[in-house]
């Protein structure tokens, strides 16, 4: 397991962008499948997108062409690049990591995006 931090977090106006960054501490960083997620309030936590350790990629319908997830290994770190956000963006950002060895999640505590209009 490895302990994650994200951030970048912030309010921005609608249509505005923001980069949301995940690091990483611990070991075999490239052996995790990470997930950024979201969740606002009364609703559910949703799949943002997710990046494998060779660097493909898939977004959930409502970040596809708006949303970019990036890793840098070496660096032990995933970006979030978030552009033309809308208020319905607004949410609670997590990073996810998934072992794909022993499968094990380890979860950040998460970033609040707020996007006003």
């Known amino acids: 397991q490895v302990e994650l931090a994200e951030s970048g977090g912030g309010s921005v106006q609608s249509g505005g962008s923001l980069s949301l960054s995940c690091v990483a501490y611990?070991?075999?960083?490239?052996?995790?499948?990470i997930g950024w997620y979201r969740q606002a309030p009364g609703k559910e936590r949703d799949l943002v997108a997710r990046?494998?350790?060779?660097?493909?990629?898939s977004y959930a319908d409502f970040a596809k062409g708006r949303f970019a997830i990036s890793r840098d290994n070496a660096k032990s770190t995933v970006h979030l690049q978030m552009n033309s956000l809308e208020p319905e963006d607004t949410a609670v950002y997590y990073c996810?990591?998934?072992?794909?060895?022993?499968?094990?999640?380890?979860w950040g505590q998460g970033t609040q995006v707020t996007v006003s209009s």
């Open positions: 611990g070991n075999m960083f490239s052996m995790y499948v």
């Open positions: 996810e990591a998934e072992h794909m060895g022993t499968r094990k999640t380890s």
């Open positions: 990046i494998t350790p060779g660097g493909s990629t």
